[in-house]
């Protein structure tokens, strides 16, 4: 029984020494390219602009809630109770969180879009000069 153990764990050994030996392909996953690469085409290019305009979705900012916040402070309108003081203009500071998170909302989206346009000028001549000019001037 003993040498059956010991021939058991050699071809286990063995066996896991020609499996460790391949050859690992290490790529860069898609989630994580760098501005270089998302700007090196101007395919890529286009759909960073799709995403810089996905931005203005987000759901604190244009995405819904700004269009609420204009509208809980007309004289038509009940008063909510979800958004606090907010439609009696009462704690619009940093402090209450619904002011908190449009204002991240809004400059995060603005964040977005000074980043792309750095981008862009940091490699002129990728993206179509159509496109470049609507963006650009």
Request: with cysteine.
């Amino acid at each position: 029984m003993k040498k059956f153990n010991i021939l058991l764990a050699t071809a286990l050994l063995s066996t896991a020494s020609f499996v460790g030996c391949e050859k690992q392909v290490f790529e860069e996953p898609y989630s994580s390219l760098s501005p270089a690469d998302v700007f090196s085409t101007p395919e890529r290019i286009d759909k960073a602009a799709v995403g810089m305009y996905d931005a203005l979705q987000n759901a604190e900012w244009f995405g819904g809630r700004v269009l609420i916040y204009a509208d809980i402070r007309g004289i038509d309108c009940g008063v909510p109770s979800y958004f606090g003081d907010l439609p009696r203009f009462n704690d619009l500071t940093s402090r209450n969180g619904t002011v908190s998170s449009a204002w991240t909302a809004a400059y995060r989206t603005i964040n977005e879009a000074n980043l792309f346009l750095k981008n862009l000028a940091a490699n002129p001549g990728v993206a179509k000069p159509e496109n470049e000019k609507k963006i650009c001037c």
